[in-house]
């Protein structure tokens, strides 16, 4: 995290913290420039945070999909994920625990296209049309 050239925040879960302070890690973490340190977030704030990101990086499944939703590329420190259509699509690169392949991740282009890959946010509508016109017919 301290290679990166932009702001980078960290937030933390509190066994994270403890396993990176058993480690010798957090005092390098807090004192690395660029690098802000914060507590868990809740679900709304790590979506406006994640939203504004120039890339988030994270071992979460359901995070790699989040990104995508919200038009943000997303690199994975894992060698295998259960949402290949966003590796495919170019919006998410797998990295497993290599340094060099996150930081050059990290430093490519925004994709230019987001295909709608779970459709086009308009399926509640859809689906209440046809249960409008089956009751209709009835």
């Known amino acids: 995290l301290e290679a990166l050239p932009e702001p980078t925040v960290l937030p933390l879960h509190p066994r994270t913290r403890a396993r990176l302070d058993a480690a010798g890690l957090m005092q390098r973490l807090e004192t690395a420039p660029r690098v802000l340190l914060s507590a868990p977030l809740g679900y709304l704030d790590f979506l406006m945070l994640a939203r504004h990101a120039r890339a988030v990086l994270t ?3 359901g995070v790699q999909k989040e990104a995508y939703l919200l038009g943000t590329p997303c690199v994975t420190l894992r060698d295998t994920t259960e949402w290949v ?13 290599d340094r060099d392949a996150a930081l050059a991740a990290l430093g490519r282009p925004v994709p230019p296209v987001r295909p709608k890959l779970y459709g ?3 399926a ?11 009751t209709q017919a009835r």
């Open 124 to 134: 509640g509508g859809r689906i209440r049309d046809l249960l409008c016109s089956y």
């Open 120 to 122: 086009g946010g308009h």
């Open 85 to 97: 259509e966003t590796v495919e699509s170019g919006w998410n690169e797998l990295v497993d625990l």
């Open 59 to 61: 071992d979460s499944g």
